[in-house]
């Protein structure tokens, strides 16, 4: 029973309240109550959900755009499987380039082992796909043909029809030498049917042509499928084919190996050398050959952006600027709420700069951050961030930085304004207390200011980083520094069918992100706020 | 302490033709006026008024928490110009920390008026004061998982545990249910006894004025509300509560007092040019209802 409430007030605390019927219900809390709240809350949420999935596999299809259909859940969920596919295969290499030893040699072999079966299910499956296209093709065939062969026999009914008409005309034509403007008027008329007879032929013509054209817009499942099996494993051979090579000759450990034998050769040719050999050139080969030598034996595979790697960034960046955010609004914040004074002086600032969008931000900054960083390369933050142990690895560049600024100052006026109303709102009797004990500035700052405008500062904190989150996609995408937003770009350049469902899978990652952000800060809100309501937020 | 080696000094807190009002200078209306008061040390000290008189007012000036527009407040021969730890508030609307818990919030207020105490006297301390309200299994809850009562007991506890030389105390146990009112009064007039403490109580309960109090002196209606005429309680102490309803000096003061503020009241209201309606003296005759209407079933609609 304990252990019940506890449960049940930890998904109070997180905003997951729809979880608690299923709680009550597993405990044998009045059952038929439970059922309905779990009917309403959970079942219809997810027909409702299922509907919209539905809706949108008929209604994409209809649309037809420069990058092929536009994507059906289902393409959505295979492009899905295509990202991740590459994330894993990247990091395969990454991790064989590495390997040394025993452990090299036995991953190699089991590679080639899959490489063998690969060959087998390879050419199955194109014998399958040959199979499904001959069968498809006869239906295909099938379909279309009443529709075809109508479209045809139109065609050459209406070219024969015109090609006659043509030619009544011209004779009537070579008979009017001397008729009289009343017998021309006439002829006229009959040139105007004639026209008018073409255009409904051509009518008639494009309809049949649009059924023709319908009839060949069926799709096989079966050699979709077929298609599909083919495109992942020839992903996989030209995958393989990489890493064999990887895991291989070009391994560190054969690159090194080989480097070191040269730089032994070279050495050695030196130290032996003749009196008449030009020692100055070989003493230089020797240093050249050692200095590659160690640049091989630190060498890493060149790993490209996947998007799970992107959005580790793009998170890390949001987090950069959420903080700066943070460090500056709540001081600033706190003395707003302090004097009435400063914050007359910092209104005007907020009301300008507030509504300023992150695309007018983000140029200015990189310009300035750029200012900073003539060569970013060497510059001592660039240097130093590179440095820190996890950071290191993502690539901190000026890019980065400004995005991170950008999200800043655009995130940072919700926790400015939340934490200055919350340090004005502090209770006069609560000020009397604090007279009484006569508390010092800095206690009353932190015993009794800074506990009453907690949750309010944390309900900006909420707000703001919402803000960043959608600021730094859109702030990604304009500065092309490496993230979702990045990927959002790449893919939009690419214009594939394929990187078009690849962007659909983007929406719904920012949006999850963007949602499991926001339910953290939920938790924290709550966790500060001292009269813990009950409600759904 | 000095208290045993001097005697108690005449007029120890004292108010002098005090004025306070609110608002702009220009339509300022005083809220109270020419307030004239002096407690002895080690006196108590009851005052009794109507609801808006200004006793939380004449509280916050004796605290200092408020200034006078008009003339003095002093203690021990010296004006008070600032609150302090010496007279300790209790105030009317407990003024609990929410984030805090009740061993919290009296924490909060025994660390800093006791700089010098360690880590385990001060929670001995709190313990103690906590243990005097009966509040030690609640100890570690919120404010706002307390009951009224419970929160008001936090609030005294808070203000005794200062251990102030005076308690300044605003209708400190009316939330209260008659036992545990009964079990504080006592609480608080040992405290007074033993430790030898000057008390203002404020109260608007005629009872509990003459049970604790020395004096008792009525707050006439405000605006512009001044103290009136005391009445000194000769009662011997300790007064036993049960027997007291029977003394009929207490019988005879609490008339006089009750008869005092009918008065005070009516006056008021005339002033203020109501006429006193006077209700006419029968009792409804007949107040069941006939047996149709008894008969029906009344549904609830709310
Ligand atoms: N800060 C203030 N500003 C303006 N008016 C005030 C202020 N404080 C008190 N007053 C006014 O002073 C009068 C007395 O208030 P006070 O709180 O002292 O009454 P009270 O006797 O304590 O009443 P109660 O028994 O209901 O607590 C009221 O009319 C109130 O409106
Ligand atoms: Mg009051």
């Known amino acids: 029973m304990e252990f019940k409430y506890k449960i049940l007030k930890g998904i109070d605390i997180s905003g997951l309240n729809f979880l608690s019927p299923v709680v009550r219900l597993a405990t044998g809390e009045e059952p038929a109550k439970q059922l309905r709240e779990i009917g309403r809350f959970i079942v219809v949420p997810i027909i409702a959900f299922l509907a919209f999935l539905w809706l949108w596999s008929v209604v994409a299809p209809k649309h037809k755009t420069k990058a092929g259909e536009v994507p059906t859940p289902a393409v959505v969920w295979d492009a899905t499987g295509g990202i991740w596919r590459f994330h894993e295969y990247e990091t395969q290499k990454d991790q064989a380039y590495q390997l040394t030893g025993g452990t090299r040699l036995d991953t190699l072999g089991k590679a080639k082992a899959r490489m063998a079966e690969l060959d087998a299910l390879e050419a199955r499956a194109k014998e399958q796909l040959a ?76 309809g049949l042509k649009a059924a023709y054209a319908d009839a060949q817009t069926v799709t096989f499942p079966e050699t979709k499928d077929a298609r599909r099996t083919v495109t992942v494993l020839a992903e996989e051979r030209q995958f393989l084919v990489k890493y064999l090579d990887m895991l291989g000759d070009n391994s560190r450990e054969a690159k090194v190996a080989d480097a070191k034998a040269k730089a032994e050769e070279a050495r050695s040719a030196f130290l032996n050398a003749g009196p008449d050999e030009d020692l100055y050139k070989l003493g230089s080969t020797v240093l050249k050959r050692q200095e590659l030598l160690a640049t091989t034996a630190a060498s890493q595979y060149a790993k490209p952006w996947t998007l799970p790697k992107q959005i580790v960034r793009s998170l890390l960046c949001v987090f950069s600027g959420f903080l700066l955010a943070s460090f500056i609004a709540i001081p600033i914040g706190i003395l707003c709420g302090l004097s009435p004074t400063f914050m007359a002086a910092t209104t005007p600032f907020v009301a300008l700069f507030k509504p300023v969008s992150p695309l007018v931000w983000l140029p200015i900054i990189m310009i300035i951050v750029g200012g900073f960083m003539p060569d970013p390369e060497n510059h001592w933050l660039i240097v130093l961030l590179g440095k820190v142990p996890f950071l290191g690895n993502y690539k901190i560049d000026p890019m980065f930085l400004s995005s991170a600024i950008t999200v800043a100052l655009c995130s940072l006026w919700a926790t400015l304004v939340n934490t200055a109303l919350g340090v004005g709102s502090v209770d006069k009797d609560h000020m009397n207390v604090a007279r009484v004990l006569r508390l010092g500035f800095w206690s009353r700052l932190f015993k009794i200011v800074i506990p009453t405008a907690l949750p309010l500062i944390f309900a900006g904190l909420r707000i703001s980083l919402g803000v960043g989150w959608m600021v730094l996609v859109a702030a990604e995408i304009l500065s092309t520094s490496e993230g979702i937003g990045k990927f959002v770009n790449d893919m939009y350049t690419n214009g594939s069918s394929q990187s078009f469902a690849q962007m659909f899978v983007v929406v719904f990652i920012v949006g999850f992100i963007g949602m499991a952000l926001d339910r953290i800060m939920v938790v924290f809100q709550r966790l500060v706020s001292f009269e813990t309501a009950g409600s759904t937020l | 302490m000095s208290t045993l080696d001097f ?108 700089p010098g105490k360690s880590k385990a006297e001060v929670k001995e301390h709190v313990e103690r004061y906590i243990e005097m309200v009966h509040l030690t299994p609640a100890k570690d809850k919120k404010p706002h998982e307390l009951s009224g009562g419970m929160r008001q007991r936090v609030s005294l506890a808070r203000t005794l545990s200062m251990q102030p030389e005076v308690l300044l105390l605003d209708e400190p ?34 009872d509990e004025a003459i049970l604790m109090a020395d004096r008792i002196i009525p707050l006439t209606m405000g605006p512009r509300a001044t103290l009136a005429e005391a009445f000194p309680v000769t009662l011997e102490r300790p007064r036993d509560r049960r027997t007291l309803t029977d003394n009929p000096d207490y019988q005879h003061l609490k008339t006089e007092i009750t008869s005092y503020l009918v008065r005070l009241n009516r006056e008021a209201r005339a002033a203020r040019g109501g006429s006193i309606i006077q209700m006419p003296d029968v009792a409804p005759r007949d107040f069941t209802p006939p047996s149709k209407i008894r008969g029906l079933k009344w549904k609830n609609t709310a």
Do not use: C
Not at chain 1, 157 to 180: F, I, V
Not at chain 2, 175 to 204: H, P
């Open chain 2, 7 to 114: 005697p108690p000094r005449m007029s120890f807190l004292t108010l002098e033709n005090v004025a306070i009002g609110f608002g702009p200078e220009n339509q300022r209306v005083n809220v109270l006026e020419d307030v004239n008061l002096s407690v002895r040390e080690n006196e108590f000290v009851a005052v009794i008024g109507f609801s808006g008189a200004g006793k939380s007012t004449l509280v916050s000036l004796l605290a200092g928490l408020e200034r006078p527009t008009a003339g003095k407040v002093t203690m021990a021969g010296e004006e008070v110009v600032r609150p302090g730890p010496r007279r300790g508030v209790m105030f009317q609307s407990y003024s609990l920390l929410p984030w805090l818990s009740v061993a919290g919030n009296i924490e909060l207020a025994v660390k800093q008026v006791f």
């Open chain 1, 131 to 206: 199979a499904a296209e001959a069968s498809s093709k006869e239906k295909f065939d099938a379909r279309v043909a009443p529709s075809k062969k109508a479209y045809d026999d139109a065609r050459e009914a209406s070219k024969d029809a015109r090609r006659t008409r043509t030619e009544a005309l011209k004779a009537e034509a070579a008979q009017l030498a001397g008729a009289t403007p009343e017998q021309r008027e006439t002829f006229l008329n009959h040139l105007r049917d004639a026209d008018a007879a073409a255009e409904a032929e051509k009518k008639s013509l494009d």
């Open chain 2, 173 to 206: 146990l009316s939330a209260l249910d008659a036992l545990t009112r009964a079990v504080l009064q006592d609480e608080i007039l040992q405290i007074w006894e033993q430790e030898k403490k000057t008390v203002v109580l404020i109260t608007n309960d005629v």
